[in-house]
């Protein structure tokens, strides 16, 4: 019998999902010890306390140690990285915005950015307020490193419903909103399913941009294009010869569906959106269960 439970997604709500069984399919893709752990923080890495269980934690902790590199692969901004950082104990690299940025928390420092340009923004903007009336906007900009105060990092339209609970905003004109490049834009509408938001978005937008979720709870964003996070882990695994079969990847949501896709071994959460788990090698137990813990655990316990 499975159970219901809440997961926090990659922008601190919480979306009601049923649990899956964990699937192993033999035999593993990657036969020795993986190079690289890319893994999602929210509803994957977190709990749904938002914490690092004991357990995850000394896995995570005994694949450093061996010489493994573990990564953070997360739709959070830079400035929402270091309380991960805290409930892990060290500080990894960290693949943030859903790959746009690459950014180094150790050193708070931001490694490379890719970012939507003001024309871009402008195109966006107009299609998705004519696609979805009453839909909010917002921008995540960045600057040298996570708390840059020189840079106002999220801007958001007058009015604008957060589908969170702890809100940063600046809010500011729509003229203002569009002004600068911003590594993504958030589209919002309380009460909308993010899916059928996407779905509608995507018969309009092509060249401008790519669009992904984290959450169900009528929020979509969009990247530029050809980024993801597995562009993101690419950027990261390619400068230390790392190829993409000694990667293993974990995720529970559409946009870690790239990166479960394109790393040797992706691994759904049991927790995880029915899309995650079609892009899926295999499926672990919920991160409630310590489902990273489980699979870590066959080369480093």
Known sequence: MTASHRRSDDQGGYVDRVARPPRLIPPVTIPTRPALIACDVDGTLLDDAETVTARTRAAVRAAVDDGARFILAT???????????????????AVCANGAVVYDPATDRVVSVRTLSVDILAALAEIATRVIPGAGLAVERIG????????????????????????DNTEVSVEDLLSA?????????????????????AKHIGFEGDI????????????????????????????VGISESEVLAFGDMPNDVPMLLRAGRGVAMGNAHPDALDAADEITAPNTNDGVARVLERWWS
């Open 75 to 93: 739709g959070r901004p830079p400035r929402w990285v270091w309380p991960v950082v805290e409930a892990l104990g060290f500080a990894p690299i």
């Open 144 to 167: 040298d490193s996570a708390h840059d105060t020189a840079t106002p990092q999220f801007v958001s339209s007058p009015g604008y419903e957060h589908a969170w609970l702890n809100p």
């Open 181 to 201: 490049p911003a590594i993504k834009l958030l589209i919002r509408k309380s009460g909308a399913s993010s899916a059928d938001m996407a779905a509608e978005l």
């Open 212 to 239: 992904t979720y984290s959450t169900n709870n009528g929020l979509v964003e969009i990247v530029p294009v050809g980024i993801s996070k597995a562009t993101g882990v690419d950027e990261v695994a390619r400068p």
